[in-house]
């Protein structure tokens, strides 16, 4: 499950489209807004992925991994 994150969502046109917050770059689109929301849930869990593994790949020797609440 992913933690929460905000969507700003606007319809344009024809199309629904939005950006997540809090991770630059995370942005898409949809025919509907539930389309828009799925695929925006989808955009984001890629991208924190591939964070992920970056993040992972650049730790050099032992490392841990620690929870970070706010």
């Known amino acids: 499950m992913l933690a929460p994150y ?3 969502v606007q319809q344009a ?3 629904w489209i939005g950006w ?3 991770v630059p770059g995370v942005n898409s689109q949809g025919q509907t807004r539930e389309e828009l929301l799925d695929n925006l849930r989808d ?9 992920r593994a ?3 790949a650049a ?3 032992a490392y841990e991994e620690v929870s970070l609440a706010s």
């Not at 955009?43 to 964070?51: G, P």
């Open 13 to 15: 046109g024809n199309w």
């Open 6 to 8: 905000t969507a700003v």
């Open 20 to 22: 997540v917050e809090e």
């Open 43 to 51: 955009a984001l869990e890629e991208a924190l992925d591939m964070n």
């Open 54 to 56: 970056d993040a992972r």
């Open 59 to 61: 730790a050099t020797g």
